[in-house]
């Protein structure tokens, strides 16, 4: 025990000093005081608020003017309950460092002392503890247009109701892009913070995702973080995965691979469950990789069987891994496979939408009002445990919608028919473009009283800036930081937007190229076709300013060059393919 002196002071103001990272500051905050047998008034306090994690310091004070009475400190207890660690730091100064929570939490640290009489007495501070570790929560749709939010106000028919309010609520980006405009290299640069490219995951082709990638599940493990991943994945070795096949089992005739022959032991190696990912509810339909139940309970980690609808399933997953991990700083990645094809939804959601000229585009209706509908399910639960204003939700789709050139309303059954019901108006081209109807895509995040409330951002974003901004309020070191492609883009106090003109965004796909900086687009298809874009206004073939600003395309030619002379796979791109040449004749007539 600590013997105190306590004497020869005036009654002061009551003082506490709070300090992280070298920096302090001092607040009052009342606090109870008591009396010892002669009369001497004892107290402490504490600032009104505090972050977990820093260290507070607490100094114990008394009216004690002239005499050499003295107390004993006896222990140190809070209101949270667990064993508060207080060190004496000088004469009439301790220290503790606050405790960690999930939510705004009330807090009281009592003393207990005892005076020369032997008679004891407690004195008492309040503060509030605010939690350090924010959640991270990415919702990552699959193949939705950019109209296709409400928020977006460009259709009538959308019905977005709880995604529509995370925008009122937080933070829309109306120059949002993804990294790929297909789904496996953008799904790999959503989960490392990284151009896909860096590590070879240039498009479908080239799954499975590089076993020595660090993700993002690793990067937020390492910070204390419990991480979680639910619905679609697609980096795991697949049908397309036939470049891998050739590198590994070089002795075998390609026409013999087939991934359901391949041992589960080699198979599971690409799994989120053995990338980062501690808690799994991954799969597509019907069938799901797992190690919790959708009643909360923790299971083995196996493959289970599911035939509820494959979207209910993937909201109910990520609520209750909510439900499962509200006490601990989580990062959770909740992918629905939808409205991709193929087209399903049940009769409650369609019921909802009866009336339309396309059954595709009712479909995907459905399809995304039940994707709305776990985005609400989600903030509910977040609700419930108190800890929606200590969770960034970023909503985002994977690719622009797939349209099939001409929009063919052909019968749900049909599996070869691209459009998916989506629509990416009014931008130009579709799914595997890089036209922006192909990357541009609904772009939303919501950090509750931390990022301001109902903002529109124009200047162009991209889905890895995302990543970095979490992980950087989440504590991450400048080293880790330095390995990641984004940018902190979120706009709290002091934010300035305009340096999101001065920062290039860079694009490759198939035998395309394209990179943006400002209001400028660079586009290259093939060796044979160069277009310059003024975005301000819009793509298009009457846009095309690459005759009348040569020294502006050199310059966005230049910035891409240096940037895709560090990646990996270096590819001829010295012709299109029979797609990308329909792409170019439709909508760009060159």
């Given at each position: ?50 972050t977990s994690d820093v260290k507070v310091f607490v100094t114990l004070n008394s009216s004690q003017t002239s ?385 301001q409330s109902n903002t529109v951002i124009e200047e162009p974003v991209i889905s890895l800036d995302v990543l ?123």
């Amino acid at each position: 025990m600590d013997a105190i002196k306590l004497w020869g002071l005036s009654f002061l103001a009551l003082l506490c000093v709070c300090s992280c990272g070298g920096d302090s500051h001092s607040s009052s905050q009342s606090a109870s005081s008591g009396k010892n047998q002669t009369g001497n008034i004892y107290s402490i306090a504490l600032p009104k608020e505090f972050t977990s994690d820093v260290k507070v310091f607490v100094t114990l004070n008394s009216s004690q003017t002239s005499s050499d009475q003295s107390v004993t400190l006896e222990s140190w207890s809070s209101s949270l309950g667990a064993p508060l660690d207080v060190s004496k730091t000088s004469d009439k100064t301790f220290s503790f460092i606050a405790p960690q929570v999930r939510k705004r939490t009330p807090f009281t640290i009592t003393a207990r002392l005892v005076d020369e009489s032997g008679s004891k007495f407690s004195v008492s501070a309040q503060s509030l503890i605010i939690p350090s570790k924010p959640n991270l929560i990415v919702i990552f749709t699959d193949d939705q247009g950019y109209a296709d939010v409400g928020a977006h106000n460009i259709v009538n028919d959308i019905e977005t109701p709880n995604i529509d309010k995370l925008a009122a609520n937080g933070v829309l980006f109306s120059n949002g892009y993804i990294t790929a405009p297909q789904c496996t290299p953008s799904r790999a640069g959503m989960i490392t913070g990284m151009y896909q490219q860096r590590f070879g995951v240039d498009d479908n082709r080239y799954t499975p995702i590089p076993k020595d990638v660090v993700t993002m599940g690793d990067r937020f493990s390492d910070l204390g973080y419990t991480t979680g991943l639910v619905g679609k994945w697609h980096l795991e070795i697949d049908q397309n995965s036939k470049p891998w096949f050739r590198e590994n089992f070089p002795d075998t005739p390609i026409e013999d691979f087939n991934p359901g022959k391949l041992p589960s032991s080699l198979k599971e190696q690409y799994y989120p469950s053995s990338l980062g990912y501690i808690y799994n509810y991954f799969g597509y339909a019907n069938r799901y990789w797992g190690n919790y139940d959708l009643h909360g309970n923790t299971t083995e980690l196996g493959w289970v069987n599911n035939s509820d609808y494959r979207l209910d399933v993937i909201s109910d997953a990520a609520s209750q891994f909510i439900d499962i991990n509200h006490n601990e700083p989580f990062y959770l990645h909740v992918a629905h496979y939808a409205p991709h094809v193929p087209l399903e939804a049940t009769e409650d959601y369609l019921s909802l939408f009866p009336q339309q000229t396309s059954n595709r585009r009712r479909y995907a209706l459905a399809m995304m009002y039940a994707v709305d509908s776990g985005v609400g399910k989600i903030v509910s639960k977040l609700e419930e445990h108190g800890i929606l204003d200590n969770t960034i939700i970023a909503f985002i789709s994977d690719n622009g919608a797939p349209v099939g050139l001409d929009f063919t309303d052909a019968p749900i059954s049909e599996k070869k028919e691209a459009w998916n019901g989506s629509l990416n108006t009014p931008l130009l081209g579709e799914k595997g473009m890089l036209t922006d109807g192909g990357i541009k895509v609904p772009f939303i995040i919501h950090w509750l009283e931390k990022l301001q409330s109902n903002t529109v951002i124009e200047e162009p974003v991209i889905s890895l800036d995302v990543l970095y901004s979490a992980i950087k309020v989440a504590g991450a070191t400048e080293d880790t930081l330095s390995q990641l492609d984004g940018i902190d883009i979120f706009p709290t106090e002091g934010f300035n937007e305009n340096y999101l003109l001065e920062r290039p965004l860079f694009w490759r796909f198939w035998n395309q190229s394209a990179v943006r900086l400002g209001n400028y687009k660079y586009l290259r298809m093939g060796p044979d076709y160069e277009f310059l874009f003024d975005l301000s206004s819009e793509e298009s073939s009457s846009n095309n300013l690459i005759s009348d600003m040569p020294e502006k395309a050199q310059e966005l030619r230049g910035l891409y060059e240096k940037w895709n002379a560090e990646i990996l796979r270096q590819p001829q791109q010295d012709s299109l393919n029979s797609q990308e040449r329909d792409w170019l004749s439709f909508y760009l007539t060159p």
